[in-house]
Antibody, heavy 120, light 107 residues
Framework: EVQLVESGGNLVQPGGFLTLSCAAS????????MGWVRQAPGKGLEWVST???????YYADSMQGRFFISRDNSKNTLSLLMKNLRLEDTAIYYC??????????????WGQGSLVIVSS | EIVMTQSPDTLSAPPGERATLSCRAS??????LAWYQQKPGQAPRLLIY???TRATGIPARFSGSGSGTEFTLTINTLQSEDFAVYYCQQYNNWPLTFGGGTKVEIK
């Protein structure tokens, strides 16, 4: 069974940094395109970042240069390092698995989410 | 960036009725359109991809149609567990974008 479990969400001050982790089971993160999607309180879904099977990374424009996606194949985990956090980064961050080997695809499995609150 | 617009914002219907949700893309996304269901406090769940293909384990009362810029999600015979928020997502153009969601509530 495919399962994704996020951790690391917390309260952080503006300008601070935080790392989210996503533990995968039932499949290998290195063999699938993986991504992060966020949802601000009471709002819709926003794509954040993608990592390809080959390790190529993609970011939404507003996160470029501040967010960094990575993976640990030995631990089968995906991570998201978020720097210079802004108030508007407050959201639930979901780890998600792409349906196929393409960065242009849908998400066929999601974690339960990790809440990040940026506030002074 | 392709803008996805969903309508209505809220749909009120009693159990047993049919619900029809719309999603419009600002430019053609071919059939590269997915639908998700999200219940309060839960992660989204994939319902439909390729505009009309049901994901594994999704009941047949959910159906998707459309191509290009106009898409529809139909829920036949609403069940109590279907009351939720539904999102569409295009994956034809970068960046991936989602619609604002339609809330299906009990009337």
């Amino acid at each position: 069974e495919v399962q994704l479990v996020e951790s690391g969400g917390n309260l952080v001050q503006p300008g601070g940094f935080l790392t989210l982790s996503c533990a995968a089971s039932g499949f290998g993160v290195s063999r699938n395109f993986m991504g992060w999607v966020r949802q601000a309180p009471g709002k819709g879904l926003e794509w954040v970042s993608t990592m390809s099977t080959g390790g190529v990374t993609y970011y939404a424009d507003s996160m470029q240069g501040r967010f960094f996606i990575s993976r640990d194949n030995s631990k089968n985990t995906l991570s998201l390092l978020m720097k210079n956090l802004r108030l508007e980064d407050t959201a639930i961050y979901y780890c998600a698995k792409f349906g196929s080997a393409s960065f242009m695809d849908f998400f066929d499995a999601w974690g339960q989410g990790s809440l990040v609150i940026v506030s002074s | 960036e392709i803008v996805m617009t969903q309508s209505p914002d809220t749909l009120s219907a009693p159990p047993g009725e049919r619900a029809t949700l719309s999603c419009r893309a600002s430019q053609s996304v071919s059939s590269n359109l997915a639908w998700y269901q999200q219940k309060p406090g839960q992660a989204p769940r994939l319902l439909i991809y390729g505009a009309s293909t049901r994901a594994t384990g999704i009941p047949a009362r959910f159906s998707g149609s459309g191509s290009g810029t106009e898409f529809t999600l139909t829920i036949n015979t609403l069940q109590s567990e279907d009351f939720a928020v539904y999102y569409c997502q295009q994956y034809n153009n970068w960046p991936l974008t989602f619609g604002g969601g339609t809330k299906v509530e009990i009337k």
